[in-house]
Structure formats: C-alpha cells, structure tokens
C-alpha cells in the first residue's frame, strides 16, 4: 500500500518538478538578472512565510482529519476559520511591511501577500486531498497549478510586467484551483471556530510551527556562519554544495511521506495496530532503500556531479557533498519516520525540543571548528547534529510508542546496501570512470527494485 501511494505521488510531484525546472530555463532567459534576482527573494520571503504560519496548520488537518471522520464538517470549519484569521494577519504584516519600503518593492510585497494567501490555501486543500487519500486529484491539483503558473507567468514577463509577471502568474493560477476547492470541499462548510477541536489543533501545531522554523535556522545556520567567519565566496560554494546533495534525497524522502503518513494516521486512529507496524515498516525500508541508493551514488561520484552541475568555480564543493549526503539520510529518517511517534501521541513539544538539541549542536561545533578547519567542519556539525537529533527523537520517541525502527527488512536493506557500496568501491578501482558510472547506476536501480519486489510481494525474510 505505501509503495503503491509513493509511486503515485512520485508522479503527482515529479511533473511539477520538471515544469518548476523549466520555469527556471525560461525566467533567467526572459528576465534581466536584477529582475529574476527580485523575484527570487520574494518567492524564498514568501516560502519562508508559509512554512513557518501555515505549515502547522497543514499537519494539523493530516493528522486530525482521520480522528473526526463522523465531525469533518466541524473540523474543516474551525481549521477554515483558523485560516482566515492567519491571513489577516499576514495582510496586516504584509501592509505594514508595504509602508516602510518604497518603490517598486512596495508592489512586489503586496504581491507576495496575494501569492502567500493563495499558496497557503491552494497546499491547505492539497493536503486535504492527501489526507482523504484521493491521489489522482492531488496529482491534477499539482499539475495544473505548476502549467497554468509557468503559462502565465511567461505571458506576463513578454507583456513587460518584468518581476511581477511569474509571482502574478503563481498567483493567478493557484487562484484559479483555489476557487475550485472552494466548490468542491467548503461550499456546505460553516465557519467558525469549535473550541473542543480549536484547543489540541493549537497543542499539536504550535510546537510544529516551531520546529518548522528552527529546521529551517538548522539548514541555513552553516552558510551564515561561514560568511561571517571565512567570507561570503565559501558561503557562496558550501550553499550550493548542501542544495545539490540535500534538495534531492530530502524531495524523495517527501515522496514517501506523502503516501505514507496519512496510511500510519488513519490505520492508528482505526486502532489497527498490525496495520500501524506493517505501515511503518514499509516506511522505513523504503525511506532506508532510497537513501542508500542516493547517498552511495552521489558520495562515490560527488566529483563529477558537482564539476558537471555546478561548474569549475563550485569544485571546492565536492568535500562536503559525501558528509551532506549521510546527514539528510539521517534527517530523513528522523522527519519522516521516528518523530511520527510524537505526530501519533500528540507530543509534538518533544518534536520541538529535539529540533532545539539538534539547532544547539550544530552551533556549538560550527562556531569552535569552522574557524580552524574551514567549510568541512560546516558538513561535519551539519552530520553531528543530524544524528543527535534522531538519536533524541528515537529515545523519547520509544518511550511514547514502542515501535520496532530495526527488523529484518531493515537488516536485509542495509546489509544489501552495504554490498553495493563496495561493489561500487571496487569497480572504481578496477574500471574507468564512464563504465563504473554505467555499472553503478544499474546496480542501484537493482538494489531499489529489489526492495520495492521485497515490499510488492510482502516476502517474510528468514531468521536463519
């Protein structure tokens, strides 16, 4: 089941990925560097924003939704109205923020207020579809958001509207299926807020809204750092660096949790518990398969990957890229696996305070080794703090839910993705680089579809 779910969202996220790519070749061809450069800070404000007001909210009605199936209606009022007062919120910000600068960016932030608003309503509702497990719809909703985004926005730009065509363009289309959603799931909805439901949303999506913002101070805190300490060009190389390695298994990771997590939450409020283990198990060797895959790939050949994505004046990133890679393995596998414990319980302060250890962590280390062993000591704290962080939020975790994080699954996906690894070793040391590149990517295709054969099949594994 989750396999199957994954494969579909995989779809659902991979097309607007690629149209989201080629936004990218189309905007940098049409806009002059200043007005793309514009552009991208406030469409970065304006993620920043929803994932630290809105994200929590989101989790709120994934996790809550299957708890009141019989009060959905009540439910999806209160979380509507909850919205509403958000919003308002961000109007006020917004126009206060409109007041102080001037110029043409006082147009760009009422902007980033309208796409906000409907960027914030356009994922409310697709998390709506995903918690209902409607896949196809929320692959539709994706889809036509990402193409009507892109179209716009082009047409815009060639109009002359320079940086507000493409945020114009995002807002106009995700206006345009947010409308849908208002037919379609809130027509018959009242709402207003119920208190008995209003109080555990707040309990539960409080301390996510600040584990939202202290993952975001975890990811960024080593660029900052580094530009302070060393200088802004070695900044300039570690972000490019951690994008490249971080961005694409993080994404995958996501992929999983999609399908996955409302499965782990229906099957837990249902009170199927044999459900509930299948579920996380499958998530977990997956989450494992994925990451091994990845990570071995991009560690043994992080050379010529960053040489050919990033360029020449980016080589010094291939340091970091191996280190990089393990750590999102790690804060992978804490995200989207073992703080479901506190997400199941509705613990989620515990969720918070191992975010903070991690934050905590990955400071200390940063600000005594940067200075004397440079960006690799960036990459090293970053793999640190990764690890103490699931460490942490497997030990309270098990105290909340005791749920096995190692089986024979796991064994037989590690040990097998340890045998790559050094099958891989060897090639490199026997071959040339294009046919071990060859080798390689087909022994890790191997290895990913045996474990979806493994999870497909349901095969036992044996104890001897």
Partial sequence: MVLRYSLHYL????????????????YTRLLSPDAYGRYILVLAGVNIANLTVF??????????????????????????????ILMAGVGVLGGVAGLIVGGEWRSL????????????????????????????????????????ALALGTLFILGGLGAFGPLLGMTLSMAGVGLFFVYQNWRTIRLQLNWNQFIPLLRFG????????????????????????????KAGIYSAG????????????????????????????????????????????????????????????SDLIVKTVLGEKFYDATIIVPWIVWGTLLEGIRIYHSDFSFHLTENTKKQLYVV?????????????????????????????AFGCALLLSIWWGRRLILFTLISKKVIWVVTAGIIVLFCVKFLKSNLDSVEVMIISILLCLLYVSSVFYLLVRNIKIPTD
């Fill in 206 to 233: 409080l301390p996510l809204a600040g584990s939202v913002f202290l993952n975001l101070a975890l990811n960024a805190s080593d660029r900052f750092l580094i530009a302070l300490l060393i200088d802004e060009g």
């Fill in 109 to 148: 932030v009422l902007v980033a207020v309208l796409l906000l608003w409907m960027q914030a309503w356009f994922e409310l509702n697709v998390e709506l579809l995903r918690a209902r497990l409607q896949t196809r719809a929320y692959g539709w909703a994706m889809g036509v958001r990402s193409v009507g």
């Fill in 356 to 384: 903070m250890c991690g934050l905590f962590v990955n400071l200390i280390v940063n600000l005594i080794y940067i200075p004397r062993m440079g960006m690799i000591a960036a990459a090293w704290s970053t793999l640190i």
């Fill in 11 to 26: 779809i659902a996220r991979g097309i607007p990925a690629l149209v989201n790519f080629l936004a990218i070749a189309v």
């Fill in 242 to 301: 951690y994008d490249l390695a971080y961005q694409p298994i993080i994404l995958l990771f996501s992929v999983v949790n999609l399908a996955s997590y409302p499965l782990i939450v229906r099957a837990w409020e249902n009170r199927k518990e044999r459900m509930v283990k299948e579920y996380l198990s499958d998530n977990i060797t997956l989450l494992l398969a994925i990451g091994f895959a990845s990570g071995i790939f991009v560690t043994e050949f």
């Fill in 55 to 84: 994200q929590w909210l989101r989790l709120s009605l994934v996790r809550y939704l299957p708890a009141y199936q019989e009060q959905e209606g009540v439910l999806l009022g209160t979380i509507g109205r909850i919205y509403l």
